[in-house]
């Protein structure tokens, strides 16, 4: 209880009382955070003895970062339910947080990456890491992929092959994964030349159903496939092989024969820029001076080494 006859404190001894500065009760106060109970004949602000936890409960909200409209909020709901306001209100402020955090983990490395780098080439790696924001986005990676992918694929197709193909950046990089996002942000930034195809031959396939089945297909196949480069083995024909073939068949609904196998060789030639996405990708996935992450290219390559090796000695 406050000490003066009336049971009220004057702005100064509240805030006092409550360890912050006339200033902050003051700002509270026109907010309409921190009601008063009544004003002196000289027109100064009094408050009750409930003031002192309210101002309290404000401080120890404020000081965990929530801004004024939440705490408005969670002082303005009925007392059941402002425990649910009060959750809701430090979980966005804790993802509010994580993503500043994020950007400045982003940084850190980004300058190291600039500083270690030697003074001649400064300049452009400067350039090049200051091009993406921090934390980074991937937007710019997904355009890519669609601009790639069959102009009729269904849209859970799409969202499915992307999340796959669009690498996530980590949430405490390494310089070389720093620079390697950079590297393939560039890459997918920069206007395609005329000799750069779309896509493969073998993947323009026709009708709204093919290329759905196509992709479903190769998910499955790429899977697989990975699990063998995890384990170190080389490109051989298996379960891994037929799956990759299959798909292909499916798309066209052809049947899997040692000419179809043939034809398909021939036509998935190689693409020096998707290639260098996926060796980008799997920089950015990869722990540095650890073994490289799979990734769907990586997995493409071991699949279609695995069926050069296949049809060449079905030719001989």
């Given at each position: 209880?406050?000490?003066?006859?009336?049971?009220?404190?004057?702005?100064?001894?509240?805030?006092?009382?409550?360890?912050?500065?006339?200033?902050?009760?003051?700002?509270?106060?026109?907010?309409?955070?921190?009601?008063?109970?009544?004003?002196?004949?000289?027109?100064?602000?009094?408050?009750?003895?409930?003031?002192?936890?309210?101002?309290?409960?404000?401080?120890?909200?404020?000081?965990?970062?929530?801004?004024?409209?939440?705490?408005?909020?969670?002082?303005?709901?009925?007392?059941?339910?402002?425990?649910s306001v009060l959750e809701g209100a430090v979980a966005g402020q804790l993802?509010?947080?994580?993503?500043?955090?994020?950007a400045l983990r982003w940084r850190e490395a980004a300058l190291r990456l600039?500083?270690?780098?030697?003074?001649?080439?400064?300049?452009?790696?400067?350039?090049?890491?200051?091009?993406?924001?921090?934390?980074?986005?991937?937007?710019?990676?997904?355009?890519?992929?669609?601009?790639?992918?069959?102009?009729?694929?269904?849209?859970?197709?799409?969202?499915?092959?992307?999340?796959?193909?669009?690498?996530?950046?980590?949430?405490?990089?390494?310089?070389?994964?720093?620079?390697?996002?950079?590297?393939?942000?560039?890459?997918?930034?920069?206007?395609?030349?005329?000799?750069?195809?779309?896509?493969?031959?073998?993947?323009?396939?026709?009708?709204?159903?093919?290329?759905?089945?196509?992709?479903?297909?190769?998910?499955?196949?790429?899977?697989?496939?990975?699990?063998?480069?995890?384990?170190?083995?080389?490109?051989?024909?298996?379960?891994?092989?037929?799956?990759?073939?299959?798909?292909?068949?499916?798309?066209?609904?052809?049947?899997?024969?040692?000419?179809?196998?043939?034809?398909?060789?021939?036509?998935?030639?190689?693409?020096?820029?998707?290639?260098?996405?996926?060796?980008?990708?799997?920089?950015?996935?990869?722990?540095?001076?650890?073994?490289?992450?799979?990734?769907?290219?990586?997995?493409?390559?071991?699949?279609?080494?695995?069926?050069?090796?296949?049809?060449?000695?079905?030719?001989?």
């Amino acid at each position: 209880m406050f000490t003066s006859h009336d049971g009220l404190c004057s702005i100064g001894e509240l805030a006092e009382r409550a360890g912050v500065t006339v200033k902050a009760v003051r700002f509270y106060s026109d907010n309409g955070l921190l009601p008063e109970a009544a004003r002196s004949a000289g027109g100064h602000r009094r408050y009750g003895p409930e003031a002192l936890g309210r101002l309290r409960l404000l401080r120890s909200l404020r000081t965990l970062g929530l801004p004024v409209r939440e705490v408005r909020r969670v002082l303005g709901e009925e007392e059941d339910a402002a425990g649910s306001v009060l959750e809701g209100a430090v979980a966005g402020q804790l993802r509010e947080l994580g993503s500043q955090l994020a950007a400045l983990r982003w940084r850190e490395a980004a300058l190291r990456l600039v500083l270690e780098c030697p003074p001649g080439e400064r300049a452009d790696r400067l350039r090049l890491v200051g091009s993406v924001a921090a934390p980074p986005s991937t937007a710019a990676l997904a355009r890519f992929w669609r601009a790639w992918l069959p102009p009729r694929m269904p849209a859970r197709a799409t969202a499915a092959f992307l999340d796959a193909a669009v690498p996530q950046p980590p949430d405490d990089p390494e310089p070389a994964q720093v620079l390697a996002f950079a590297r393939l942000y560039a890459l997918v930034t920069r206007p395609c030349t005329g000799d750069e195809r779309p896509q493969p031959e073998a993947h323009k396939v026709s009708g709204s159903r093919g290329p759905a089945v196509l992709y479903a297909g190769l998910a499955q196949a790429y899977e697989l496939a990975g699990a063998r480069l995890r384990r170190g083995h080389g490109p051989f024909p298996g379960e891994e092989l037929d799956s990759f073939v299959d798909a292909y068949a499916s798309a066209y609904g052809s049947r899997d024969t040692p000419g179809f196998r043939s034809v398909l060789a021939g036509q998935l030639a190689a693409d020096p820029r998707i290639d260098r996405y996926w060796e980008l990708t799997a920089e950015v996935i990869s722990a540095p001076g650890g073994p490289p992450q799979p990734t769907p290219g990586s997995a493409h390559d071991w699949l279609c080494a695995a069926l050069d090796a296949q049809t060449a000695v079905a030719a001989g």
